[in-house]
């Protein structure tokens, strides 16, 4: 089955701490992964893609498809790193399966 | 550059009236089109998807239809809304043939009293 699971619903780390939103996939052919970020009272919006292996706000997410996982990493959180975040998969015909998103809170 | 238009941001209809929500692309040509439910707690769904005017295809069977009738414009509509039609709707476009990102309107808000 085609699937994406981001396993926790709520994120909540301290200003300064490490952050890692996790987002396993299930997937039979060859993924594209994205990860994409909704702050409040804004659009849905691209964070960043595995293909281009970028760093975007501090953040980096590397495929591995021996885990089957792409998890999203900072180093060191921010508040107005406070979201919602959500992991997807593009299939071959160009459709995105997402996940449940995951609400990271960033506290003072 | 291009830009996606989503219309109402808030709507409050009767069970059983009609819906017709609107979307238009700018600055692009022959988009992929897609309506997408919002849930908490559970990410996304595609509702339809569309390759081109007058293709529509339906992910989830439903109280709900798209039409695109023009190469930038998609619709979602209902003849008679449920209850459980309220909900948070997204509208997106992306490059045809690319596996690009999807770009996304600000949403409507629908509540079905």
């Known amino acids: 089955a085609q699937r994406v699971t981001q396993p926790e619903k709520l994120l909540s780390v301290f200003k300064g701490a490490p952050v890692e939103l996790k987002c396993n996939y299930s997937y039979s052919g060859s993924p594209e992964l994205f990860w994409y970020v909704q702050y409040s009272r804004q659009r849905l919006q691209l964070l960043l893609r595995h293909i281009s292996r970028e760093s975007i706000k501090g953040f980096t997410a590397d495929l591995n498809k021996g885990e089957t996982s792409f998890h999203l990493k900072k180093p060191f959180a921010q508040e107005e790193d406070s979201a919602m975040y959500y992991c997807a998969l593009m299939k071959s015909n160009y459709q995105l399966i997402w996940g449940a998103g995951t609400k990271l809170i960033i506290k003072p | 550059s291009q830009t996606i238009h989503q219309w109402p941001a808030t709507l409050v209809q009767p069970v059983g009236s009609p819906l017709s929500l609107e979307c238009t692309v700018e600055?692009?040509?022959?988009?992929?089109l897609y309506w997408y439910r919002q849930a908490a707690g559970r990410g996304l769904q595609l509702l339809f998807y569309?390759?081109?005017?007058?293709?529509i295809s339906s992910e989830v069977p439903q109280n709900l239809s798209a039409s695109r009738p023009q190469d930038r414009q998609f619709i979602l509509s209902s003849k008679k809304l449920l209850l459980s039609d309220s909900g948070f709707y997204l509208c997106?476009?992306?490059?045809?043939?690319?596996?690009?990102?999807?770009?996304f309107g600000q949403g409507t808000r629908l509540t079905v009293v």
């Open positions: 600055g692009t040509s022959n988009p992929n």
């Open positions: 569309s390759v081109g005017i007058g293709q």
């Open positions: 997106a476009w992306s490059v045809t043939g690319g596996r690009t990102e999807a770009f």
